[in-house]
């Protein structure tokens, strides 16, 4: 059996009104009783520093303030809510919440539901703190357990596609082992639920026969990454294995304190979050910060907001409400900077590109698996000549062998954003990138509709036109002859060698995906990417913060926004603000400033943090970072040097 490829030449609705900024001092909090012992506490970025102990009781405050942390965003709502959702059973008689007790409510809401941060007294409570008997992650090179656990028929394809890549995976991880030195590292606990393959279960089933392998090559690639690195895999694509790898409730139906699975993190998709919500009950507050979503083209912060009060250019998506913080979202692309870019890995064969970059190429790869693609064409009205050959359905190894003997990979608008374009410009092949005008986009296009993103999509691969570009991708009107020649032209005149970057190798995404297993924490306070990182910028008029930091030649940051947005941020960044009229609102602008009356507005919704946002007549404030050479999801100094 061979992958092939067809050729010719839970859902969560609720709702907050908190943020917090990582980097601000919050002061001393003091005398906070825990009926045993006196305690004083020093809040400082996030981190919980013990100043002094004392046998003397004290009276236990009458009310609690409610915590503010941009990890848990929906702590604020939970608590004023939780008289509606009170369960005399669960809550009264089992967990003895005291509703007239706020300190008792938010007690309950971080120590058994996780929706809010444990009380800075109880910090021994802390259901999220780390075991400390975790062991190390060791490289394993041997591939035969992960392939065990992938030994069903319908992850054949799956199969292949690691077995075939696994060579360049142990090369990449003793190079990655050499340059960043590796060991010491924690071995997590990680789950990875395919549900949207469940769902759609047809995906699995037509990967022999030119159906859609983008998912599947995704998957396939950060069991591999994960797998090679050493951490423990639960892999399923099945609902009802749900309950024996979390947590259920217990069963008199209530939450329990004590989870006893000892995940660290949840790999799924949209769909595999309320499953998960629907198998973990009262636990999926528990979960909530541990998921991460593979979400091909991204989610924008307006879809993301159950509650979102603007209107929204073709209107909600049934993919989006999940309440979610944007950077646990992890696309195929680094699509918008809202998200984590988790990517997919391109193989190659160096041995063949050995032996035929020395040879002429003439031929011309027009990669088009599905028939509606073709009929979508102009080149449908063409006959096929003599001299055109189809290859259908081809396996990995045929496909590498056909872009190194070809010049010019040609695409015919679809699939959108697949993985061909890369893999063919890493085997040495031009890419002849179809343009969109006008530009594609959930309001003109059936296939974007839906999708919880307002994107514009200009092309075929939006990333090979704006980040390799000219000359190794030619994005031209595909239905334009003279456009068209040209192209064909400029590639047969080059004398340059086709490039992939390096965040789609192998070694990049493995160095990637490192990275995130080891520093990207929502659940404790941490300092990643770290804030020395932030740099602050002022957008132009109608602006977004993705290219007000692009022309500093930066990244937009969206976990700094906390930190930038205040009244002292605004003064700093020297906004020319009516500071007697500045106020929080819930927007995807803010923190932003109204050219109209210098008014300004500060975010009062952490989940709508947005760097992709922009409106005329709004200049922006924006938090920028570093990033390193083609590998725009770490900065400078994500990886300690």
């Given at each position: 059996?061979?992958?092939?490829y ?8 609720d ?13 001393v ?5 825990t ?11 996030d ?10 009781i ?13 990890r ?5 709502f939970?608590?004023?809510s939780?008289?509606d959702?009170w369960?005399?059973k669960c ?7 005291d ?7 938010i ?11 444990v ?11 780390p075991?400390v ?7 394993r090179t041997?591939?035969?357990e ?17 077995t ?10 003793k ?25 759609n ?9 030119g159906?859609?392998?983008g ?7 950060v ?14 694509s099945d609902?009802n294995d ?16 004590v ?7 949840i ?18 507050s528990?979960?909530r910060c ?7 083209f ?13 209107n ?12 979610l ?8 692309y680094?699509h ?6 988790i ?6 064969k ?41 290859h259908?359905?081809v ?6 062998s ?15 954003e697949?993985?061909?374009?890369l ?19 959930r309001?003109?296009?059936g296939f974007?509709?839906g999708?919880p ?12 036109e704006v ?6 991708v030619?994005t ?10 040209e ?8 004398k ?16 990637r995906?490192?990275a ?17 990182e932030?740099?602050t ?8 913060c ?7 030649g ?8 906390p930190s930038?947005?205040?009244q002292d941020?605004?003064k700093?960044?020297e906004?020319p603000?009516?500071?007697s009229t500045?106020?929080?609102?819930d ?24 760097c ?13 970072r ?16």
């Amino acid at each position: 059996m061979c992958q092939n490829y067809s050729l010719s030449t839970f859902k969560f609705h609720d709702n907050t009104k908190d943020h917090f900024g990582r980097s601000k001092s919050l002061g001393v909090v003091e005398r906070l009783d825990t009926d045993r012992l006196q305690i004083d506490f020093t809040i400082r970025n996030d981190s919980l520093v013990h100043k002094e102990e004392s046998k003397k009781i004290v009276a236990k405050p009458n009310k609690c303030k409610i915590p503010e942390d941009v990890r848990f965003p929906l702590c604020s709502f939970k608590v004023k809510s939780f008289p509606d959702s009170w369960n005399p059973k669960c809550h009264g008689g089992k967990h003895r919440v005291d509703l007239d007790d706020r300190c008792s409510v938010i007690q309950y809401l971080s120590e058994v539901e996780a929706w809010c941060p444990v009380l800075p007294w109880r910090h021994d409570q802390d259901p999220f703190k780390p075991s400390v008997s975790q062991s190390q992650a060791k490289i394993r090179t041997d591939v035969s357990e992960l392939l065990q656990q992938l030994a069903d028929d319908r992850y054949a394809w799956m199969r292949i596609r690691i077995t075939e890549t696994w060579p360049q995976w142990v090369e990449a991880v003793k190079e990655l082992a050499i340059r960043k030195g590796i060991s010491g590292r924690k071995k997590k606990k990680i789950v990875l639920y395919m549900g949207s393959l469940e769902f759609n279960f047809k995906i699995f089933m037509e990967a022999f026969s030119g159906g859609v392998l983008g998912e599947l090559s995704q998957w396939s690639d950060v069991m591999s990454a994960l797998y090679i690195l050493g951490h423990d895999l639960v892999i399923t694509s099945d609902r009802n294995d749900l309950p024996n790898i979390i947590t259920p409730p217990d069963s008199d139906g209530c939450a329990s304190k004590v989870l006893n699975d000892r995940l660290d993190l949840i790999l799924t998709d949209i769909i595999g979050v309320a499953k998960l919500g629907d198998a973990s009950g009262p636990h999926q507050s528990r979960y909530r910060c541990k998921i991460r979503i593979l979400d091909s083209f991204g989610s924008d912060a307006e879809f993301n907001f159950d509650f979102y009060k603007e209107n929204i250019p073709g209107g909600r998506s049934v993919w989006g409400n999940l309440n979610l913080l944007l950077p646990q979202f992890m696309t195929m692309y680094p699509h918008s900077p809202d998200n984590s870019f988790i990517g997919f890995a391109v193989p190659n064969k160096k041995h063949l590109l050995q032996t035929t970059v020395t040879r002429i190429r003439t031929k011309a790869l027009v990669y088009g698996k599905m028939p509606h693609f073709w009929e979508e064409s102009e080149l449908r009205e063409y006959e096929v000549p003599d001299y055109i050959v189809n290859h259908g359905i081809v396996n990995i190894t045929t496909l590498l062998s056909l872009f190194q003997s070809s010049k010019v990979f040609v695409g015919l608008g679809m699939p959108f954003e697949g993985p061909a374009a890369l893999e063919a410009l890493a085997n040495g092949c031009f890419f002849i990138n179809p343009k969109f005008t006008p530009a594609y986009d959930r309001l003109n296009h059936g296939f974007f509709a839906g999708k919880p993103m307002d994107r514009k999509i200009t092309s075929q691969n939006p990333y090979a036109e704006v980040f390799i570009g000219m000359p190794f991708v030619q994005t031209v009107d595909i239905e334009n002859q003279v456009e068209v020649e040209e192209a064909v032209k400029n590639i047969l005149e080059s004398k340059a060698t086709p490039h992939l970057p390096y965040e789609f190798t192998v070694l990049g995404m493995l160095e990637r995906l490192n990275a995130y297993v080891e520093y990207q924490d929502f659940c404790r306070p941490n300092d990643w990417p770290p804030i020395k990182e932030l740099k602050t910028a002022i957008s132009k008029d109608g602006q977004s913060c993705v290219f007000t930091c692009l022309d500093k030649g930066l990244v937009c940051e969206p976990t700094f926004f906390p930190s930038i947005n205040t009244q002292d941020a605004l003064k700093r960044a020297e906004m020319p603000c009516n500071l007697s009229t500045i106020e929080p609102r819930d927007s995807i602008l803010a923190p932003s400033m109204n050219t109209a009356d210098s008014t300004c507005m500060l975010q009062s919704e952490t989940l709508l943090f947005s760097c992709r946002a922009a409106k005329p007549g709004v200049v922006r404030v924006c938090p920028c970072r570093s990033y390193r050479k083609e590998q725009v999801a770490l900065c400078e100094s994500c990886l300690g040097s």
